[in-house]
């Protein structure tokens, strides 16, 4: 059969699917429970009780189905071996905490945790706050924005072209030599420049997430009252303070949120690295070599072992994010 | 503590004039009411004097000061907000000290004029408390509280009650006429639409046109109910609002003056028309509550059938079929009357309590 019209069968069959679910479900479950009869009031309410969890039976399902069961899955083969056959215990975990390749990713990912989200939501809220006072403010908050709509591997190749080096006697291509060359400078292999490599590539990811931040800072900062503004401008405060103490505090749940969001982001990274540099010349990230262990070399039980870190170091910040989040809501 | 001269004060947004010819001289120590319909630019107004709006025409003095050009914190004046616009981040304490910690006032100072406000204010036991754990009245107070520590020449209100509920409204109004009372040397500009408000707080009362503008009249608050200069002010001055009654002169004498009203009636006015020929049109106003019924003998002023009447125990709101074109005719009877749907009424109305406006609505008083 033709692909096409599979796909379009499937996608027809499983909405189909869908609604009888829903609309069969709940036929059900109102023939149990009748809202009529001497029980009509107790039947109402325990039908009430149940349908929620009817409804979201699936969802739950198919949620533990890919993402709670992995995480099993994850658990039992970081204590496997490389033919995934035989329990070795901590052994990889072991392998992990001695591993040189390993402490340099956890250390980039704490430069990048540190980096990225500090300057993503400072240079998000230093554009919502200046584009709100201008009149092109809205076509520069475009502008800032798109790169967010751009994947982290198509970013990552337009950036290549910034960073790119040919060689000493070449032309230049990339626009970074070709400014520093025009200056008078050597062009150098930019990606290749321990320490600096790593602040180029985060680089990438800021530009990207600066958007991000702005859009909900700048959001936050259009719905503080105007008039508590007025009364600090009446109280002698600059704007500067104004800025400062009257604005800042009471968007700081908003930049909680903006932070942690792009934290558990950068814990994520792993497009970036893999197509700038595969994590050579010292800017191996945690996702990164987890590919690299699993896929690469073969070792699915070191790679689960890479896995679980990431997601321990993201529990946490995930769990105060989404606190912050109901917070912001309540 | 200072006094306010507004000269020839204008706004406009483009060609969009808000306000105009707006001369106001206001004395240290007054509580100035604004008072107007919506859209009349009352509020325009008091932001203007704050220096939150750009003023467009004319000067404005603070003691004697010109203040256009002067950044609203160095006007020597405090506004409290409508919203409150208390600081949602702050602490009672912190919302009252934020202005005196931007002028970089020593600590014990601010200290001692915050809890001296807090004192006078009963909010001595919230000091700690944010704003969200406050009840409305008491984050009117702390907005009130942040005004005063600043002890600022002019105090500004803006429609400071709005927020709250009736019988709250009450008790603030009153804590808003003693707190006056014991700072009988500050100046204050309060802008409002209730005109009880504005009755019972103001030395003098502005009343703004929406339609022209203009200031329709400044006075106090008695002038403004006993003498209005105009039907504007007539009309918008007390509830329900004043009878307008057509009608023509028949004879002008020169300290009274008769009319023929249109609807039937005849009324004597004691003000002057003099010049005038008889058969010129004329509008006669009556309070409401200043109808009574029309015993035999007296001049009757209008007569008509009731169409409605509300009966509120201490008065009897009667409403009289409207004639084409005019509002209708309404009369306070003092007490529980025996009217219902349909009776005949006779009124009348003691002549001093007349107003009689020419065509153009302009009071024959001020002639």
Redesign the interface.
């Known amino acids: 059969m033709n692909p096409i019209i599979l796909a379009l069968v499937t996608v027809v069959l499983g909405v189909i699917a869908c609604v009888t679910y829903f609309f069969g479900s709940n036929w059900v479950l109102d023939r149990i429970y009748p809202d009529t009869g001497p029980n009509a009031g107790r039947n109402i309410n325990r039908a009430n009780a149940v349908r929620p969890w009817l409804f979201m039976l699936p969802a739950i399902a198919i949620l533990g189905l890919y993402l709670v069961y992995p995480v099993f899955n994850s658990i039992w083969l970081s204590m496997m071996d490389r033919s995934r056959e035989n329990f070795v215990g901590l052994e990889n975990y072991r392998w992990m905490i001695a591993d040189d390749k390993f402490q340099e990713s956890l250390f980039n990912n704490a430069m990048w945790l540190i980096i990225v989200p500090a300057m993503s939501t400072l240079f998000g809220l230093i554009a919502a706050g200046l584009t709100d006072r201008i009149w092109w403010g809205n076509i520069a908050k475009s502008l800032i924005f798109m790169p967010m709509a751009i994947s982290f591997v198509g970013a990552s190749v337009i950036w290549k072209f910034i960073y790119d080096y040919r060689g000493e006697d070449q032309t230049q291509i990339g626009l970074l030599n070709s400014i520093v060359t025009s200056l008078g400078g050597d062009p150098q292999a930019w990606i290749t420049i321990p320490f600096w490599n790593d602040i180029f590539l985060m680089v990438i990811l800021i530009w990207i997430q600066t958007g991000f931040a702005m859009v909900i800072l700048s959001a936050a900062l259009r719905g503080i009252?105007e008039?508590?503004i007025?009364?600090?401008?009446?109280?002698?405060?600059g704007p500067l303070?104004v800025f400062f103490?009257?604005k800042i505090?009471?968007i700081?749940g908003t930049i909680a949120v903006v932070w942690t969001t792009i934290t558990i982001l950068v814990l994520k990274v792993f497009d970036i690295v893999f197509a700038m540099t595969n994590g050579e010349w010292g800017t191996q990230v945690l996702a990164n070599y987890m590919y690299r262990m699993t896929f690469i070399d073969g070792h699915a039980g070191r790679g689960s072992a890479i896995a679980l870190t990431i997601m321990v170091l993201v529990i946490p910040i995930m769990i105060w994010n989404i606190r912050n989040a109901l917070k912001e809501n309540a | 503590m200072a006094s306010l001269l507004l000269q020839n004060i204008a706004k406009s947004y483009g060609t969009v004039e808000v306000l105009k010819d707006i001369d106001l001289d206001i004395e240290q120590g007054e509580l100035i009411v604004f008072v107007g319909p919506s859209g009349c630019g009352k509020s325009t107004l008091l932001r203007m004097i704050a220096g939150l709006e750009k003023i467009t025409g004319g000067d404005l003095y603070i003691d004697g000061e010109r203040m256009n050009d002067t950044p609203p914190s160095k006007r020597g004046i405090a506004m409290v907000f409508q919203s409150y616009a208390l600081y949602p981040h702050m602490t009672v304490y912190d919302n009252m000290a934020f202005a005196l910690k931007v002028a970089k006032m020593p600590k014990a100072e601010i200290d001692q004029r915050v809890r001296n406000a807090g004192k006078i204010l009963q909010l001595t036991d919230y000091l700690d408390r944010l704003p969200k754990a406050l009840s409305g009245g008491q984050r009117q107070r702390v907005a009130i509280g942040r005004s005063i520590v600043r002890d600022p020449k002019v105090y500004l209100f803006d429609e400071p009650l709005s927020n709250l509920d009736a019988a709250l409204r009450v008790d603030t109004r009153i804590e808003i006429a003693q707190l006056k009372e014991n700072m009988p040397e500050s100046t204050m500009i309060y802008v409002t639409h209730d005109q009880v408000e504005a009755m019972t707080l103001a030395t003098r009362i502005v009343v703004l046109n929406n339609k022209t503008h203009t200031i329709a009249q400044f006075g106090t608050p008695l002038d403004l109910y006993q003498r209005p200069e105009n039907t504007f002010v007539a009309q918008f001055i007390g509830s329900p609002k004043m009878n307008l009654l057509p009608g023509t002169i028949s004879a002008a004498q020169d300290t009274t003056t008769t009319i023929d009203v249109t609807a039937g009636g005849v009324a004597t006015v004691p003000v002057s028309a003099a010049g005038l020929p008889s058969g010129t049109e004329v509008q006669l106003g009556v309070r409401p509550e200043d109808f009574v019924v029309a015993q035999p003998g007296d001049a009757v002023i209008f007569e008509g059938q009731a169409s409605y009447t509300e009966k509120l125990g201490e008065v009897t709101v009667v409403y009289f079929t409207p004639r084409d074109g005019e509002d209708s005719v309404i009369a306070k009877i003092p007490g529980i009357a025996d009217v219902s749907k349909g009776t005949q009424l006779s009124l009348t109305a003691s002549p001093d309590k007349l107003h009689l406006f020419d065509a153009s609505g302009h009071s024959f008083f001020y002639k």
């Open positions: 009252p008039e508590t007025e009364a600090a401008v009446l109280d002698g405060a303070t103490k009257i505090p009471q700081a």
